[in-house]
């Protein structure tokens, strides 16, 4: 994942990597996980809202799915550039629509035949976690996640936390929240680079890398912005190239590099 103050200092998921062409003739591609495609007015939201109401009965084919439109670029704003579906390992990159739809509604069937000792919680459906009696987790309990997969062995859930971190737990202290029936978030358009023109724009400073979670997709994108508590971004040093033992890491209690400190308004 990738980040800086490009609409509203955002966060990008490297979602496609070309490898089969050189680098100055090959594609990169990554979605803004913070611009909903709904509450704004531009031109590109409105080219991402046609497209959208076109697609609206093939989701009420899946009516119990939840669907979260976003904007992930400029490039080919009218079409799905991919879709995510929380669940499993993480999350499934899913190419076309239809497709993500099926998987989720897929994921969320699991488990659910009647007494099954995974609880009434499905793949990725929030969850609160609760009744956490042990003094080195009670202060995990009211905080929520996204439940991934169930242990059956272990009679217990994968949740990763929205802190990024991953947990253990028994349904019993499990209460279930949105997403019941499958969710689907859907990116309209993406960024694109070369490699080498992206490189180039990390050695400068422009982007700050940092490993992704499905907590950076969690639920519904509250606000225009990136605001990942958790997330630690590594820049190059202000001299010199990119290498692990000159990478710098700022904590999101500081303010940005000040070569981060540009403007860069939205596409209107």
């Known amino acids: 994942m990738i980040g800086d103050e490009h609409w509203i200092r955002a966060g990008y998921l490297i979602t496609f990597v070309d490898v089969a062409n050189s680098c100055d003739n090959d594609l990169v591609k990554a979605v803004n996980l913070t611009r909903p495609a709904d509450g704004t007015s531009g031109v590109l939201e409105q080219t991402v809202a046609d ?7 093939l989701e009420a084919a899946h009516g119990d799915v939840e669907v979260v439109h976003l904007l992930g670029g400029p490039c080919q704003p009218d079409k799905v550039c991919c879709c995510l579906v929380p669940g499993a390992t993480g999350w499934s990159v899913v190419e076309g629509l239809p497709d993500a739809l099926k998987l989720a509604a897929q994921q969320a069937a699991l488990h659910t035949e009647e007494g099954s000792i995974a609880g009434p919680i ?5 969850v609160t976690l609760h009744s956490l009696k042990a003094a080195s987790v009670q ?5 929520q996640g996204i439940a991934l997969h169930f242990l059956a062995d ?4 994968t949740v990763r936390m929205f802190d990024g971190e991953g947990k253990q737990v028994k349904p019993t202290n499990l209460a279930p929240g949105d997403g019941a029936g499958g969710r689907v978030f859907v990116f309209w358009g993406f960024a694109g680079w070369t ?3 992206l490189l180039g724009e990390i050695a400068e400073g422009h982007w700050g890398l940092a490993k ?6 969690r639920m519904r994108v509250p606000c225009h912005g990136w605001t990942h508590p958790g997330v ?4 190059p040093p202000l001299n010199g190239p990119l290498t692990e033992e000159a990478s710098v890491c700022t904590p999101p209690s500081l303010p940005l590099p000040a070569r981060l400190q540009h403007s860069c308004p ?3």
């Open 139 to 143: 202060h995990l309990n009211g905080q």
């Open 51 to 57: 497209s959208i109401a076109a697609a609206s009965d």
């Open 195 to 197: 490699r080498g023109q």
């Open 232 to 235: 630690c971004l590594v820049f």
């Open 122 to 126: 499905h793949e990725g459906q929030t």
């Open 266 to 268: 939205p596409l209107a």
């Open 154 to 157: 272990k009679g217990r859930w």
């Open 212 to 217: 992704a979670s499905v907590a950076d997709v």
